[in-house]
């Protein structure tokens, strides 16, 4: 049965792949970006040619109007959102001894406090409707640590706190809480990375490579599905088997 | 609209949002103790009363609420200004 999906920062890596697959899936999707509105166009058009349906929606989801703003276009262009896929991240490494204030409080803005606006403003439909999901893309760095990633790994580390909380405040609702935590996922994120760290990296997993956006985007399905209706409040690592 | 309007959509809204037995609400009912609605239902039938009511309920004045008539009686105070 086709819902209404927002995925934030939905235009490129693996949001995009999210968006994609739940495209695919047969949902309505808004692709939300903050910058990059031709990226965001560009997976509009491949869910709509693939014979889905999807809108763009520009919003910095780190800033109250602006989620409130986007909730408004969805909810008139596509109805209400009953599938929220708390994707959009930023990071801003450095050791912590050289970590500016900004730069904590930007990541920590855009990759955690957006999970709590859009959460809270998809919530209202979704308890009248008594069904929802939320998943948060999390990072295994918010599970084991990594260094130069303080703020990085403290927001995705907040996210499953923030998760798990909701889950049991809405599980008698029909909506479901998880969090989708992946390991080295070859995106532009990190593209950055140089090739001794990537080679480094593959081997650190059981699989032996990077995993694929689309790997992730097929977890994030299964949770947003139906069929998850039992499981919340989770944290399901897409990692390859990683051993850091 | 009067107490009674109030107090008659109040009930209606309880019933269809929250699935309540109808005979069960009465002013004097305790939303916890005699209808058994948890906090997260008392939060959705705030939201209902906005809505059906146009009025905006801030949540200081709504962790007050234990009756049926207490909400009743922040409507009607809403709805005066």
New interface residues.
Partial sequence: MGRVALVTGGSRGIGRAVAERLGAAGHAVAVNYSRRADAADEVVRSIRSAGGSAIPVGADVSEVEAVAAMFETVGSELGQVEILINNAGITRDGLLLRMGEEDWDRVLAVNLKSAYMCSKAAL?SM??GRWGRIVSIGSVSGLSGNPGQANYAASKAGLIGFSKSLAK??G??GITVNVVAPGFIATEMTEGLGEVAVNAASESTSVGRLGTPGEVASAVEYLAADDASYITGQVLVVDGGLAL | MDRADIESKMTELLVSELGLEKEKINPGASFEEDLEVDSLGVVELLMALEDEFGVKIPDEEAEELLTVGQAIDLVEKKLAG
């Fill in positions: 209202r308890i009248r405040e809405v008698s609702r």
